[in-house]
């Protein structure tokens, strides 16, 4: 898996099939998760511990050889595995990858790092100084990503300049812990009650948590009735359900545009919230694959009027509430202006917001990324305020705080166009999610809304609401 990663797999596609192949499962499937993602994630502190143990810097050490230690000091310092055990593991797996050559090597170090405790070792390792540095290797991120959170946090409005050295930590220490696995279940297909064997939400109505188990045991979520997804998500969908909106001039039934739908887990909340609303919902994607993706987690949805869809007509046979449709984003503005009445962008982004689920992507990001990010996230923007009517709401959401892509892009284009203005994201928000379970201020100074993982225990997804004022 570690191999498979550094030549550009996912980790959180490739382990399931991994674990599916090797068939472990319960506690075994649990431990080789550990294994796997706890690597990942602290290789950055790892690394560091590795090169000293090995008198030599990493880059130094053969591919193969550099994943077994990387495998090894997470057993002697993250987990809880006997040293002999991790020793002798991690000897007999170098032998099957890399030859008895590097047998030899590997035992040295594995005997060096265990002969300190992990406490140790970070006063060995972590750079007093500069403050980036320093947390970059002691909670396990680059550097640029270090300093980019600690922007976005004071520009957010989650932290100032007394608290930003704490809260920041807090931050990168909620990115290291793993996430609970949320379900939403989708209104009118299922509820949290028929979700046997988890506890209720703690911010969304519709959410239960998994304690432990594979999902995919759960009837409903293997009939595309409730589907994995993190609260912070399932609040945003539900947040742009419930926005209020002009009623339509025609006094139809409302459509709404999801633009970038693929894989499909707003689109799936979306369309059962527009099955029980008389809405209809378009789910937007540019990617084939993906877009196949939505379509199966909306099955239950889509063709035959969908399991208690409800259709838009009053007269004839209910339609399906939804459709997906292949297709660049960019160019539904100028298809179809002022077609909808909520738009949905769910932009493509750095993902760096969502890091506790993905172990792997902070070091596959680059601030490239955001080079090449910002002008197709402001273009989405744009199309998506062309396609609403006035009067309709557009929601852009992103899994990622960076201010590059959330407030600039949000600001750019409300500054650049006379055309929409923002609402307070923060309201809307707190007025879905479960009584008494959010409160305002800790959403930032608004309109926008940013979620944290520290804070709420979601991932840190952003919302902006804009209000269409005109016709574009
Ligand atoms: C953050 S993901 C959306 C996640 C999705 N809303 C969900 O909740 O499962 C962004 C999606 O936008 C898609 N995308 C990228 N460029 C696009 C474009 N020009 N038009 C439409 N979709 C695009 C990507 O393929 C990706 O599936």
Known sequence: ???????????????????????????????????????????GLYDPVIAQAADRPVERLHPDVLAVLRLGAHQLLGMRVPEHAAADQSVALTRDVAGQGAAGLVNAVMR????????????????????????????????????ALRQALVGHGAADAGDIDGVLDELLEAHNTPAPVALAARPGLSTPDELAGTEPGRLSPVAALLGSGDPGDLVAVREGRAAVQDEGSQLLALALAAAEIAPRPDGGPERWLDLCAGPGGKAGLLAALAGQQGATLVANEISEHRADLVRQTLRPLLGDGGAGGGGAGDGGPPGPPVQVRTGDGRLVGQEEPGGYDRVLVDAPCTGLGALRRRPDARWRRSTDDLAQLGPLQRELLGSAIDATRPGGVIGYATCSPHLSETTFVVGDLVRRRGDVEQVDAREALVGVARPGSLAVDSLGQGPAAQLWPHTHGTDGMYLALLRKTEQS
């Open 112 to 147: 060096r790092i265990s002969e300190r405790s992990r406490e140790d070792w970070l006063t060995a390792v972590v750079p007093a100084e500069p403050p980036a540095e320093r947390l970059a290797v002691r909670r396990s991120h680059p550097v640029w990503i270090v300093k």
């Open 1 to 43: 898996m570690l191999r498979a990663v550094d030549g550009g797999a996912y980790a959180n596609l490739e382990l399931p099939q991994a674990l599916r192949r090797a068939r472990l499962s319960g506690r075994d499937a649990a431990f080789a998760t550990e294994l796997t993602y706890g690597t990942l994630r602290m290789r």
